[in-house]
């Protein structure tokens, strides 16, 4: 079961594939070891400080990470409170908006009220000045007649005390 036999047959090749593969690379390995060994240790060595030295920077971003997540953390805490303390100084500020304009509608709706009762006060003055002025022309149109009137009244009745005067002047005599 050697490779090269020296049996009766003579000088021949082994058929047997599994010795002959094994042989075969044994022989490969062997000879990779002693020639190419040294080149690719050194192949080996400088893949070997790569991944260490990237390994190291890794670490290195990884510790800068932590960092600017703490960073990033303060940031949001920050953030936060500062949040609430806008939210309350709004609903502060909302609240005295709303108030202001309340007070405002307020005071508009008193101004129209009360330049609502000013336009009645002016009518009912313009109603009373409308109605004093058909008075008095009513008066002046009547006054001519009732004047008239008084007078004949009035003579009338100077006459029947005239008269009266002297019946009872007459009766005393």
Wanted: charged content about 25%.
């Amino acid at each position: 079961m050697h490779v090269f036999s020296l049996s009766h047959e003579g000088f021949g090749l082994n058929t047997n594939i599994l010795e002959t593969n094994i042989l075969n690379l044994a022989v490969v390995i062997w000879l990779v070891v002693t020639n190419l060994g040294p080149e690719y240790a050194g192949i080996l060595e400088k893949r070997r400080e790569n991944i260490t030295s990237m390994i190291a920077r890794v670490e290195e971003k990884y510790k800068e990470a932590l960092a600017l997540r703490r960073v990033a953390q303060l940031q949001v805490i920050e953030a936060k409170s500062k949040a609430v303390i806008i939210q309350s100084e709004g609903r502060i500020v909302t609240k005295q908006i709303y108030l202001n304009v309340l007070k405002e509608a307020r005071e508009e709706d008193l101004r129209l009220k009360r330049t609502e009762f000013e336009k009645r006060q002016q009518i009912q003055v313009q109603s009373n000045e409308y109605i004093r002025s058909t008075l008095v022309r009513l008066l002046f149109a009547k006054a001519p007649s009732f004047v008239k009137e008084e007078f004949q009244d009035a003579a009338t009745r100077k006459a029947t005390t005239l008269n009266w005067i002297e019946k009872a002047s007459l009766s005393i005599l």
